[in-house]
């Protein structure tokens, strides 16, 4: 017996140790194991929800029919959309949230480390089941991403697969935001009350309530479109007294607050960027945090702005278009917050802080578009077309992916102890955004212009816009494909300057104060904080 305790005294006196081999990842509890094997998954997803996208780009470069026929075409804007939300973008927030939670807030790790590691795992057979679903009888699901009924109760065997596949990633996103909720809630080191704690980590908190509250809804309108094919049920078909748009309800009363979803962390990650290369505290902290929670909150009452053109009685879209009007009021708080910040402070332009206010300049944009698309009598006409889709790319592209893109040089030197090649980081930001002005800002005109959005056809006139966005497409893909190749890979394996402890000068946050790589295992012991609770003492 006492040779057992000895040896579990040995091995946790060994904090540097780290497990060898595959079992490190397939066993991983750790949370930066974990955090790493989420931000490797959403890449990968990335560029398979990017190819697609290239492959709908090369249809569209002319009119006529090029390369694919309709079905297929509508196969793929659905799986791009589907694997973008599901697989790359949301995905990559949760690895942010693992690896730097935990460092942010003093935690020795996440919560439920084994819940940790199974709320990953199940991605994997998720994502084979959505990539898989190309080659089931019939092809893939070609609903559109929001899986509209009735087309969900005509599809082939691909639809089940689809609707088991988030299920099984609805039940990842809730397990995810369980442990995120547990870890800030309980976790968080003596003296960091909650007004202390960083942005990113409100925000994910926040974030964390949202995903569990509209998750089951999701849930919900998948199941009943699931028994409305097999079961006999007809809550979404007509011939059975059901109806159609009850489902975009229930969809749109989860989809809402989801894009929220995805663009909150983005807000937290920005809001750790933008004062570190200004080097001034963030303007209005508490505003921050009341603003979030704001937005949160209003979400889940705009839901159907998406629905204008549905039949809607004129009481209801009044509703909807002042509650969805009220909502950019928290949204511009927060870009006149960081503004503030930026105003007269001593601004750097390291990657970071370029893809910091690259996200500020295009995701305003993008709200400014949404702010026109919420006034009924103008989305009636923008319904379903270019417009949209330039609008939610605006917002989603530009706003989520830059934010994960500025995340990632930001923190990537804790990650890995080394610091990334500046010209390179720079080169992809330049790239990154004048490619993707190529590509989308054109829809705008597109859309005012009257061409509809999941057609793989179009008339002429609409030509010339449609060429300029597929040849953008091209380069902004190649542009990440250039960022993981000659950024990412020589950071993963060492190569670059060592980094210091502390990078960044101005930056402030627990995470900061550990060394550079971080410590398989740090904050063994709460660590004792200064007043502001964003250094150790002692």
Known sequence: MSAVLDHHDHAHDDHGHAPAGWRRWVYAT?????????????????????????????????????????????QFTTMHGII???????????GFANWMLPLQVGASDMAFARMNNFSFWLMIPAALMLVGSFFMPGGAPAAGWTLYAPLTLQMGPSMDAGIFAMHILGASSIMGSINIIVTILNMRAPGMTLMKMPMFAWTWLITAYLLIAVMPVLAGAITMTLTDRHFG???????????????????????HPEVYIMILPAFGIIS??????????????????????????????????????????????LFFMYATMLIAVPTAVKIFNWIA????????????????????????????????????????????????????????????????????YYWSPKWTGVMYNEGRGKLHFWWSLISFNVTFFPMHFLGLAGMPRRYADYPMQFTDFNMIASVGAFFFGFA????????????????GTKASQKPWEAAEGLEWEVPSPAPFHTFENPPKLDATATRVIG
């Open 233 to 255: 049920t007809s809550f979404f078909n007509p011939a059975g007294g059901g109806d159609p748009v009850m489902y975009q309800h229930i969809f749109w009363f989860f989809g």
């Open 272 to 317: 750790q960027i933008v004062p570190a290369f200004s080097r001034k505290k963030l303007f209005g902290y508490a505003s921050m945090v009341y603003a979030t929670s704001s937005i949160a909150i209003l979400s889940f009452i705009v839901w159907a702005h998406h629905m204008f053109t549905t039949g809607m009685p004129v009481t209801g879209q």
């Open 341 to 408: 910040t930026m105003w007269r402070g001593s601004m750097t332009f390291e990657t970071p802080m370029l893809f910091a206010v690259g996200f500020i300049f295009v995701f305003t944009m993008g709200g400014f578009t949404g702010l026109i698309l919420s006034m009924a009598p103008i989305d009636i006409q923008m319904q379903d077309t270019y417009y949209v889709v330039a609008h939610f790319h605006y917002v989603l592209v530009a706003g989520s992916l830059f934010a994960l893109f500025a995340g990632f």
């Open 84 to 94: 973008m939300v599901f697989g790359a973008i949301m995905p990559a927030f949760v």
């Open 480 to 495: 990440q494909v250039y960022f993981f190749l000659f950024v990412v890979v020589p950071t993963m394996r060492g190569q």
């Open 30 to 74: 750790n949370h930066k194991d974990i955090g790493t094997l989420y931000l490797l998954f959403s890449f990968a997803m990335l560029m398979v929800g990017g190819v697609l996208a290239l492959l709908i780009r090369a249809e569209l470069f002319q009119p006529g029919l090029q390369i694919v026929n309709p079905e297929l075409f509508n």
